[in-house]
């Protein structure tokens, strides 16, 4: 059975941090790139960034770049995402897939970014 599982989200002041989690199941984590996307309200799901499977490519979207890095432990089938200087405008629910998307995507882990 397919699973991502998102955590570590939470409540946190602008300039602070958070590190996330996706811990996958069903598949054979180890071969596929993986990514993280993010849904603010009202607004589509947008990429943030992709890892490639051995965990020495990576690519971010301008506006996390700096700030934000993307890494993965194939043996814990576990990507993660390190977020600092957190931003009001990086508030929304994050999620992880792999690429190309499975159909099953998780819950989510929402990240609200204010003082």
């Known amino acids: 059975q397919v699973q991502l599982v998102e955590s570590g989200g939470g409540l946190v002041q602008p300039g602070g941090s958070l590190k996330l989690s996706c811990a996958a199941s069903g598949f054979s984590f180890s071969i596929y790139p993986m990514s993280w996307y993010r849904q603010a309200p009202g607004k589509e799901r947008k990429l943030v960034a992709r890892i490639g499977n051995a965990g020495r490519s990576t690519n971010y979207a301008d506006s996390v770049k700096g700030r934000f890095t993307i890494s993965r432990d194939n043996a814990k089938m576990t990507v993660y995402l390190e977020m600092n200087s957190l931003k009001p405008e990086d508030t929304a629910v994050y999620y992880c897939?792999?690429?190309?998307?499975?159909?099953?995507w998780g819950k989510g882990t929402l990240v609200t970014v204010s003082s």
């Open positions: 897939n792999r690429l190309p998307n499975l159909n099953t």
